[in-house]
């Protein structure tokens, strides 16, 4: 279980402070698949960043399974965005980077690399560039750098939102896919569709912006295993519809918000 | 899955084959320099005499008469030696201090204003100093290679690793790797397109600081040769000697090409022909 307990993070830049999160508390449940969403620069991406122990809270704290986070672990892995391969090395190599990076032999950490590409429907492509792959399959070797570890915890910042539409749609089918035949792994998945959260989620997180706090906790009501079946349901298309006019409002309140706070500066 | 190879045709730089010799660029470019020679032949024969300006074909006579000759390339023996010398200080400083300074901010404060005093400095000013302070021995003119050299190298380095994206360092974070595999495995690779071509550029330099040595102060090699066909009016090697060395700074430059190419060869098909 990750327990985020009253987390704010204030970021000074020249002398100007920015509260980027005040005081967030929720928890993401062993095994389920958590959600994200919110209007950008909620700090979701913060947030993500502190769980995957690359940045620190200003206060509060982030636990995992009673341990505080201090630093990255091997208990975690985490898919970027714009997927952060490295340029020189195949997509083998990339593959089993995490693993490389724990030291583990070239043997095993290849042979593993190797099963998860696999996975992701990457098999054949072991020895071309990430330069050679078009973004879907770029972020499928990001996938597959992210399970070769074999994390309790999965966590992925907004990894589809760099796609265009119909890969994105089939890399939500795919993750939802391999998600529920791996032993469902804790995961936290940050994104900008309610969509894709109404689609992959046991539970989504609503947050709203200045500062970035949790607006609201919705389980998703949809049973397991989904497929692609769910997206033409009635239900679903009510939910999300739901869903996604909150978020819309949000994003009117903050706009004459921010548009009031320039006239009083003025 | 909608797998899409988006792999080009790779296209790398023509190689001398038969295939190649119809190429139209070979063939633009071939023709340029026959005319080139062509008309240096036309302007030297109009002149009433040619004791400063040899024909080609009497500056050819010449330099296959060098060839042929022990003295020319003990000249060059000379001259390359402290180049050679010079070249790889300035390489493997460069590299090492370059890393170093990429790295470590503090290192890189520490460097930078020397750096950037003497990068500004032109390098043929210290030629003077360095005869001053070192003499004209082998360690002397090979120093001076190395002023010319290093400092290209050195801030292509240390901007190469500086340039490392944020995000590649917070994955490798987020996966926990070390500091020594950091090194080896992103900080090296990552920045060796900037140390390639810092070294590329530090070699172009480095023969300039081997003519500049040799031309303007310590005639001992080539520079020797030139100055006494110069003083004897004996045109058609004076040019011979020039030529050599053009064509000596071309092969350097080749084969540092070569090397390029071979080290960055993971993306020869992004870049397309280099």
Known sequence: MILVKEVSKVFTRDGKSFEALRDVTFEVATGRFTSLIGPSGCGKTTLLKMMAGLTRPTSGTIKIDDKEVSGSGPDRALVFQNFVLLPWADVLTNAAFGLEARGVPKKTREDMARWQLDRVGLAGFEHHYPHELSGGMQQRVGIARALAVDPDTLLMDEPFGSLDTITRHVMQLDLLRLWQETASKTTVFVTHSMEEAALLSDHVIIMDTRPGRVAEVVEVPFPRPRDVGLTTSPKYQAFTAELSHQLEQMQRVDMARSAQLTEEND | ?274
Do not use: C
């Open chain 2, 1 to 274: 899955m909608t797998a899409v190879d988006g792999r080009g045709e790779p296209t790398g730089s023509p190689r001398l084959g038969l295939q190649s010799l119809l190429d139209p660029r070979f063939l633009v470019g071939s023709a340029a320099i026959v005319a080139g020679f062509l008309a240096w032949e036309i302007y030297a024969r109009s002149l009433d005499n040619n004791i400063f300006f040899p024909t080609f074909l009497s500056m050819l006579e010449a330099l296959v008469d060098l060839v042929q000759d022990p003295e020319f390339w003990g000249a060059y023996r000379l001259t390359l030696i402290p180049f050679v010398w010079g070249l790889l200080a300035s390489i493997v400083l460069g590299v090492v201090i370059g890393l170093v300074a990429g790295l470590s901010r503090t290192t890189w404060k520490l460097v930078s204003p020397y750096v950037a005093f003497l990068h500004a400095l032109p390098v043929s000013v210290l030629v003077p100093v360095v005869v001053v302070g070192l003499g004209i021995d082998l360690v002397a003119r090979s120093t001076v290679v190395f002023l010319f050299g290093f400092f290209e190298v050195m801030l292509s380095t240390a901007a190469g690793v500086a340039y490392i994206s944020n995000d590649i360092r917070d994955m490798a974070r987020s996966f926990g790797m070390g500091p020594v595999r950091f090194f080896r495995r992103v900080v090296l690779p990552g920045a060796m397109p900037a140390i390639m071509a810092g070294t590329r550029i530090g070699t172009g330099r480095a023969v300039v600081g081997m003519v500049v040595m040799e031309l303007l102060l310590v005639s001992v090699g080539v520079g020797r040769l030139v100055a006494r066909y110069r003083a004897d009016f004996d045109s058609p090697r004076l040019y011979a000697v020039v030529f050599t060395l053009a064509a000596f700074g071309l092969l350097a430059l080749a084969v540092m090409r070569r090397i390029e190419v071979y080290a960055l060869r993971w993306r020869r098909d992004a870049q397309g022909a280099q």
